[in-house]
């Protein structure tokens, strides 16, 4: 079959990019390798989700519904339990293949928006010492287990890292009847929200260790317990530590955009985001005709703002643009989004996304173009965890350069 | 009354709260952006509220538990009372979101809703 833009992946962002752009006339097809539409928010039961987007605050899987409801209205055609392999350029355009279990399926189309999503950092990505018997789990999976399975994987917990899915799930094993003993960070600051420490380990009691670690891992099949080790600056362990008991250890360490197909088309990565280089409309910036969208571009904390990019690349697809990039400096800051301005249509507002390296009490973001500054914005409170997102309007120019300054 | 440090979790925001107990009862509230923040230290001094949100088993192999929530606050300090009791129970209803499954959940006046599809 032709469509005018196939969608690969079914979650929050792939929803909508196939919403606007089945809303401004194109023929779209979403693929889904799993049974279900939703994506992790399948999996996210608690709530929050939404309230910059729809003024309310509702789990995961109500924000989705909202979503599928909207595809089912627009007809949108969807491929669940089918898997993208391959893709490839056929004639200004790219062939999409597909497995599932009707057999294999090959379609064209003229555009592509990859939200695959992102991947978890693995317990063994993590330096830990001691082998890995069963009951090491990232967070993701942990909460597949609880979430969706209705599995509880352990009674004992341990939780390795401060990123929010390990405090989200601090609260849930507590509220399916297991222990949790701690959270330890090897950080001297969290990596997840205050507001999650709040109400997912500070209600229950759950203590939270900075420049702490787990150091070695004992157990023959089963995790039997875990040393954890306080740590210096330079996260190296100090003194003998100790031992904790526990009969699941969870790791909740971060997470990478999911490239492999953004890689089989050869597309240029940014080191800083591990996902690909686009323009504000999240097109590739050294491929027409591809976006990327949702986590599988950049590692979101709020999942209102992957809608909100999602919709910008599924109504560009209808466009034909001819494009002319600038590549956006970034000083002072983890990262921007997007890499690349395209400058032909200057007089649109642009919506930057970017993460600051440090917390910072006040700061503010100065935008520059050819050198001069433009437009320059306060901010209070700048934390790493939280994604800053800022909207700006500029002129046409050579070179654009964004720079984040702490102030006093 | 000294002063007591809080988050606010009703939304992203997160705002840093100070908030202090006053002599005649009322609450005096500082780092709020929105007038929702001294509802939340209110009530945070007062009587702390929570929205559960778990899941429950049902008796369908595709779904072997979905998600649900209590479809208002409850009282902080009945949450893992909820819980105990969210974990008794097992669904024979294939549900929608919103569809209530139990009625005023242990008396708190809130109605447990399931919160993903099953259909
Ligand atoms: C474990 C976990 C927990 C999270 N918890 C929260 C939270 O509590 N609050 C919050 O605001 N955000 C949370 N997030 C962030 C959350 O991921 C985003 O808010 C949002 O769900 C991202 O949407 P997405 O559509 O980009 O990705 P996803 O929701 O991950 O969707 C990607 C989809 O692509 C599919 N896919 C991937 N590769 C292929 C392929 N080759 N072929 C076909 N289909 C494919 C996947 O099956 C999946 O359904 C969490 C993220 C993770 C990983
Ligand atoms: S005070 Fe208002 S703006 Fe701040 S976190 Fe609470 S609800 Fe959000």
């Given at each position: 079959?032709?469509?005018g ?6 979650g ?7 919403c606007s752009a ?5 023929k779209?097809?979403?693929i889904?390798r ?13 709530d929050?989700?939404?309230v ?10 109500e ?14 055609e ?12 056929k004639?200004?355009g790219?062939?999409v ?9 090959s379609?064209?189309t003229e ?6 999503g ?15 018997p ?7 999976a942990?909460?597949?287990?609880v ?11 341990v939780?390795?890292?401060?990123g929010d ?11 399916e ?5 701690g959270v ?11 507001r ?13 260790h900075l420049?702490t670690?787990v150091?070695?891992?004992?157990g023959d ?10 740590v210096d600056d330079?996260?190296?362990?100090v ?5 904790v ?6 790791v ?5 955009p999911?490239?492999?197909?953004a ?11 591990k996902g ?8 590739s910036a050294g ?5 990327a969208?949702?986590n ?9 703002y ?11 697809a209808?466009?034909t643009?001819?494009r002319?990039?600038?590549?956006v ?5 983890m990262y ?8 032909s249509d ?16 006040v ?8 050198g001069?500054l433009?437009?320059e ?14 909207q ?9 350069t964004?720079?984040?300054e702490?102030?006093? | ?12 925001n997160?705002c ?5 107990k ?33 899941t429950a088993a049902?008796?369908?192999p ?9 479809d208002?606050e409850?009282?902080?300090e009945?949450?893992l ?12 209803k ?5 569809d ?6 242990l ?6 809703v399931v ?5």
């Amino acid at each position: 079959m032709n469509y005018g833009l196939i969608v690969i992946g079914g979650g929050p962002a792939g929803l909508k990019a196939a919403c606007s752009a089945a809303e401004k006339g194109l023929k779209v097809l979403i693929i889904e390798r799993e049974a279900q539409l939703g994506g992790i928010l399948k999996q996210c039961v608690h709530d929050g989700f939404g309230v910059i987007r729809f003024g309310e605050k509702l789990t995961g899987p109500e924000y989705a519904y909202r979503d599928i409801t909207e595809v089912k209205r627009l007809g949108i055609e969807c491929l669940t339990g089918t898997f993208v392999t391959g893709i490839c350029d056929k004639d200004g355009g790219f062939v999409v293949e597909t497995t599932s279990a009707q057999g294999i399926r090959s379609d064209f189309t003229e555009k592509i928006a990859l939200a695959t999503g992102c991947r978890e950092r693995t317990p063994r990505q993590v330096n830990i010492h001691g082998t890995r018997p069963a009951g090491v789990l990232a967070a993701g999976a942990c909460q597949n287990f609880v979430n969706l399975k209705g599995l509880l994987p352990g009674k004992r917990a341990v939780i390795l890292g401060s990123g929010d899915i390990g405090l989200i799930m601090a609260r849930r094993l507590t509220l399916e009847g297991a222990e949790v003993i701690g959270v330890y960070e090897a950080k001297a600051t969290p990596s997840g929200l205050q507001r999650n420490i709040r109400q997912c380990l500070d209600d229950f009691g759950i203590p939270l260790h900075l420049k702490t670690t787990v150091t070695d891992v004992y157990g023959d099949k089963r995790v039997e317990a875990v040393r954890v080790s306080a740590v210096d600056d330079s996260m190296n362990p100090v003194g003998e530590g100790e031992i904790v008991e526990c009969d699941l250890l969870v790791v909740s360490v971060g997470l990478i955009p999911e490239n492999e197909l953004a890689e089989k088309l050869g597309l240029q990565t940014d080191p800083a985001t591990k996902g690909i280089a686009v323009d504000q409309y999240m097109m590739s910036a050294g491929k027409e005709g591809v976006y990327a969208v949702g986590n599988a571009l950049h590692v979101h904390d709020l999942v209102d703002y992957v809608s909100e990019g999602a919709a910008t690349a599924g109504a560009d697809a209808a466009n034909t643009r001819k494009r002319s990039l600038v590549k956006v400096g970034a000083e002072g800051l983890m990262y921007v989004v997007p890499q690349y301005v395209d400058v032909s249509d200057a007089n649109e507002k642009k919506t930057f996304y970017m993460r600051a390296p440090r917390d910072m009490a006040v700061a503010s973001v100065k935008l520059y173009a050819d050198g001069e500054l433009v437009a320059e914005r306060k901010l209070k409170n700048v934390k790493p965890p939280e994604m800053l997102r800022i909207q700006f309007k500029f002129r046409a120019s050579d070179s654009i350069t964004l720079r984040l300054e702490e102030e006093e | 009354m000294s002063e007591v440090k809080l988050t606010c979790i009703v939304c992203p925001n997160g705002c840093e709260l100070v908030a202090e107990k006053c002599g005649d009862g009322s609450v005096k509230v500082a780092g709020n952006l929105c007038p929702k923040g001294v509802k939340f230290a209110t009530d945070e001094l007062v009587r702390p509220l929570r929205t559960f949100t778990g899941t429950a088993a049902t008796a369908f192999p595709d779904f072997p538990v979905i998600a649900v929530k209590t479809d208002r606050e409850v009282p902080k300090e009945e949450i893992l009372r909820i819980a105990e009791y969210v974990n008794s129970l097992c669904l024979t209803k294939r549900c929608s979101p919103g569809d209530v499954i139990v009625k005023d959940v242990l008396g708190l006046g809130a109605d447990l809703v399931v919160t993903a599809d099953m259909n």
